[in-house]
């Protein structure tokens, strides 16, 4: 594929430095760019890369226009990284091929499905009695929509997706392959030694624009719902236990594991490896950062962090093995202090 | 659904305080319910939430008979939230629809594999040659199941789990989407600098009722078998590695990590987002707390921990920044001692 | 299956000690092995062991020689760990079934796909338009390998793999269930509190010889690729972010997560349940040891640590309590010194 500067700008906006007939083939980071590709600076802490770039066009800020302008074509935007986004979108929807809506002869549907026309059903894929599959879905090859679930408009599951009975997606939501959305909680009453089952009779409810990552998991709740509310978006390989709670726009990285009925506020960030405990809160704007483990409720937005630091691992082992004598520490320096004051 | 709450008591035993007749259309917490709801309170914390809430009836402990009765119907059993466990259960058989037996025509079955005919065999699922799939099983919608592996009776695969090969499975099992039982165990050896496959020719022998969580992994031994005993209950997203043995009614949160041939007892927990190094041995009766890694042997039952205490970002930077120099702490304070003394 | 020790020298060299003819019918642990079986003894701490096993032939190293050769049949090679993983392949060889190549009538092989006619394509997979699945390969059932992507001569893909749109795959791979390679990355521009969605518009690239765990995901590039490089083997449950680079021959334990753009060096390890945070490089012969955060860049060569010692849930509650007080204790030293001083 090959566009001209002025497509990109009629259809995106922002101002044109430059020769709006040269053409560009590719989308490309400021030290990967060649002359016919496009690229942007987000960070004022690469602004070095402007002079040693190769990019045919360069996406930048006002700050930036004169600058950027001396070498060559540039588009300046009052939010460089944002109009990069938007870019790739639309680069997204001119390269890949369109789909044809309808029902794959290979995929199966059970009577008293809805699926709507213009939705697509791939090879292989699923879907129960009672399911609806609204417009200009896409339901991907293997997948599996469960009785009286429901994949809200222009919503897309990947191949490989679960999506279980009675749980639903709201509308222009992403799912990635492997994700289980509605598998049982983790519930049981102990019995004499042995586990009893909680049968877990909700649901779970996913809101509009959601992104969910590959193999991330999303219990359904024990009597009420697991609920993701809308513009979340969710990394891979994450654990969502039964009865949690996640407020919009909140975004959480990879292998992160929450556990059961916490409720995460709106506005949040919570970074990779992280962990939050059960039946907690935390507040709309907070932020956690990596390998934390969360393990009491916050009650005020800001940055929170716990992991361990890392070291060579001779000093790692000389700073473990007095960590496990800190208490005796402490106390030894208490009494230094008595016996000097 | 609507049941007289005489139903309940007919099925699950209990004795009941207060209009037998009343109907209850739903299970709820206590604080979320209404008037046509069943509810429970297990835990004294909670024994204020009696006077508030609106459910029709509450399961109580004897204690709380004449509290309890004071407000409206009660059911006084001695163990509540096991009660509450088998309440859900009843209520799942009553409002599940009942499926039908039988090989769907989009399955995909092996000659020479044993489905009996009391066996459910979902759509676009795979059985392989010598494969046992007993009675009273269902194998969900695209699932796989193994040459010569074997379905215990009335066990129930989700849709999309795999059971690999060779690998057992016993009675009355649940296993949730996207696990799969018995992928190859990571074993190489190295070859100067590169890695040598170890094949796997082991198995995956798991016991009765164990119920594993969507996502988990169990890998198939090396040379003997991976073994998951009796009762054992895994959340999600949790890594088996090969030739690890679990005992008996031991449960194991979401995202934990158990690592090669280690030996973990009868009746353990080991919380969330925990870790246990390979080739150690944990007894009887050890609950190992979140984010903790298991680094040795546990030789005394009792609850054992290891996560670092999260705080806001910039106490924890401090801390974490002395961390680092905890050894010369101790020196210093060792010289200062000695100093005094 | 049942062989005699000339035969496995004949396959595999090494110096037989003892009867050639005597048979073996199992590969197993010293302390497992009964007479019909052959072990191996790699690590020279089991040494004791040579005295009490049962097997029928032991693998050792020159050094032990003589006392193996007292106690029965020995077969001397200078690496016994190497010449035991040899030994597993040629086994597996000898004794899983060779299934033939062909595309099962319930696959789905979309127009313009092009299958090697030695490749074997298993029930229920899919081949998307433009994909190339080479000789000798095996699409495992229920696999998906998106359009235009390659799956290299000789690899294998389990039961249930996605391979993405455009990703390819080199030769000799193993991937095993569940694995996700392809999907989108975890990229958004945040716009007024909301996430903008960064089309991931790379694939994936790997090399030739990697074996990929159960359920590990590989996220496709923003721009650029996300690249495995030649002899990669990844366990279970691991997140490879959207451009990570891993080195050749590194090998990296389960629930481990890199995230985006970070580069792992050639021959690392990364044990278990660590993470790496985004945009940094390790260098070459890196080692990280279990649950360890690497926060940072590292620049030499040699083994880093970072995880929390665990102790009983007491002693661990003093420590973690007085952790949080370090710096505080640190200015009380420091004061303490200066008095006395």
Redesign the interface.
Known sequence: MSVALSDIVAALGGELLGDASARIDA???LD?AGPSAISFLANPRYRSQLGSTRAGCVIVAPALRDEAAARGAALVTP?P??Y???L??W??VR?R?ALPAGV?P?A?VEEGAYIDPTARV???A?VGAGAVVEAGTVVG??S?V??AARVGAGSRL???V?L?ERCTLGQRC?V???V?IG??G??????Q?????????GAVRIGD?V?I???T?I?RG???DTVIED?V?L???I?I?HNVHIGA?T?I???V?I?GSTRIGR?CTIA??S?V?GHIELVDHVH????????RSIRQP????????????A?????????????A??E??KA??K??S
Chains 1, 2, 3 share one sequence.
């Open positions: 989308i490309a980071p990967g939010d990284y944002l990069f986004a938007r790739t979108q680069w997204a390269t091929a794959h290979g199966v791939e090879a292989l699923f090859a293997q599996f469960g009785r990947a191949a490989r679960v279980g992403i990635h392959s492997g289980v598998a049982d983790f519930g049981f009453a102990p019995d030694g042995r586990w009893e089952k909680i049968e877990q009779l624009d992104e990552g590959a193999n998991c219990d024990a009597l009420g513009g978006k990394d891979n390989l654990q236990a726009h975004a990285a990879g292998c594991a556990a506005h990779g490896a962990s405990v956690v950062s990596a390998c934390t483990l969360v393990s800001g940055r929170y962090s716990g992991s361990f630091p890392f070291d060579d691992n000093s790692w082992e000389k700073n473990a093995a007095t960590l496990r004598q800190l208490h520490l402490r030894r320096l230094l202090e016996k000097i």
